[in-house]
């Protein structure tokens, strides 16, 4: 019964080297974000699709994208990875938001990015 | 304004006694407050969540208070477990855009029960 659920759990990669994290739903949701986190950091919200309208928080770089081609799949790719990018990438969806329903945000178990 | 400060940093309770977290925000535009508990090499799952029309909730042993005067809100585990050892982050939202919600973390509380 995942709800969030997010591919590969582990990635490696080598510096520079373009990498795809996918995240999938079954909850329905029209909203899924993208955070970063760092060890023993907060999660640092990276942008999140509104259905399909994609918002991008300022100061995340240019090198993180990020595709949404239906309702249940959101991908992130990191075009060109430095080692600053090394981080656990995590996925979260809410539902439609009118009033004030849809704050919870649902969590995938994230994916441990490593670059070498 | 879009700080949500959260103490201490890290917490030892032994068995059995109660874990206080506190956090404190600016932006009076926040109006929903959740804990999310966090184990290694997981995701942050919701805990528990208030809104600040009520002062408390309770779920179990979890109980968060709220004081919207202060802007303060603190999560309180009663008979605390070893189980409970993980990161709690307190988090706050408000409207962001058109009808989006926008989480805005603390920066994590540490906590570690003895048995």
């Known amino acids: 019964d995942a709800m969030v659920i997010q591919n590969p759990r582990y990635q490696v990669t080598q510096f520079g080297k373009p990498v795809t994290l996918s995240c999938s739903q079954t909850?329905?949701?029209?909203?899924m974000y993208w955070y970063q986190q760092k060890s023993s950091q907060a999660p640092k919200l990276l942008f999140h699709?509104?259905?399909?309208?994609?918002?991008n928080e300022a100061d995340t770089p240019d090198n993180f994208q990020s595709r949404r081609p239906n309702t249940s799949f959101c991908f992130l790719d990191i075009r060109s990875p430095g080692l600053g990018d090394a981080a656990m990438y995590l996925c979260?969806?809410?539902?439609?938001?009118?009033?004030?329903?849809?704050?919870?945000?649902?969590f995938g178990p994230g994916t441990r990015l490593t670059v070498l | 304004q879009q700080q949500v400060k959260q103490s201490p940093q890290s917490l030892i309770v032994q068995k059995g006694g109660i874990s206080i977290i506190n956090c404190a925000y600016e932006?009076?535009?926040?109006?929903?407050f959740p804990w999310y508990q966090q184990f290694p090499g997981k995701g942050p799952a919701l805990l528990i969540a208030?809104?600040?029309?009520?002062s408390e909730k309770k779920e179990g042993r979890f109980t968060i208070s709220f004081n919207k005067s202060a802007k303060q809100f603190s999560l309180h585990i009663m008979d605390s477990q070893p189980g409970d050892s993980a990161t709690y982050f307190c988090?706050?939202?408000?409207?962001?855009?058109?009808?989006?919600?926008?989480?805005?973390f603390g920066k994590g509380t540490l906590l570690t029960v003895n048995p």
């Open positions: 979260a969806t809410s539902r439609e938001v009118s009033g004030r329903a849809g704050d919870t945000q649902y």
């Open positions: 909850l329905n949701h029209n909203v």
């Open positions: 699709y509104y259905d399909k309208d994609f918002n």
């Open positions: 932006n009076t535009a926040f109006d929903y």
């Open positions: 208030i809104r600040p029309d009520v």
């Open positions: 988090a706050a939202s408000s409207r962001s855009g058109g009808s989006n919600y926008k989480l805005t």
